[in-house]
């Protein structure tokens, strides 16, 4: 099925789309608020979908190897370095 009708997108896709960037958007907000990321995950790349941690590794190479080994997609997921401490950019 063509994903474009018209010029424009097939109402359905576009809703699926719609909702997965809130979700992600709603994860990300999750991820920046999280204290218990900080202490239980220091040091390690985290997967979140759905305000809840599906996935924990050291090595960004190994989430993605056991995300293809399950048949799952990236894109589907907050992905999260987590540091001590969020970031700060001195301008």
């Not at 994903?3 to 990300?28: A, C, F, V």
């Not at 390690?44 to 190479?61: A, G, I, P, R, W």
């Given at each position: 099925m063509?994903?474009?009708?018209?010029g424009?997108?097939?109402?359905?896709?576009?809703?699926?789309?719609l909702d997965?960037?809130?979700?992600?958007?709603?994860?990300?907000k999750?991820?920046a608020?999280?204290?218990?990321?900080?202490?239980?995950y220091?040091?390690?790349?985290v997967?979140?979908?759905?305000?809840?941690v599906?996935?924990?590794?050291?090595?960004?190479?190994?989430?993605?190897?056991?995300?293809?080994?399950e048949?799952?997609?990236?894109?589907?997921?907050?992905v999260?370095?987590?540091?001590?401490?969020?970031?700060?950019?001195?301008?």
């Amino acid at each position: 099925m063509s994903l474009l009708i018209k010029g424009k997108l097939d109402s359905n896709l576009e809703k699926e789309l719609l909702d997965r960037q809130h979700s992600l958007r709603e994860d990300y907000k999750w991820i920046a608020k999280s204290r218990k990321l900080r202490t239980k995950y220091y040091g390690k790349f985290v997967l979140v979908k759905d305000k809840e941690v599906v996935y924990s590794e050291k090595s960004v190479y190994t989430l993605i190897r056991k995300l293809n080994k399950e048949g799952k997609n990236i894109s589907d997921f907050a992905v999260h370095y987590v540091r001590e401490r969020p970031a700060c950019l001195l301008l």
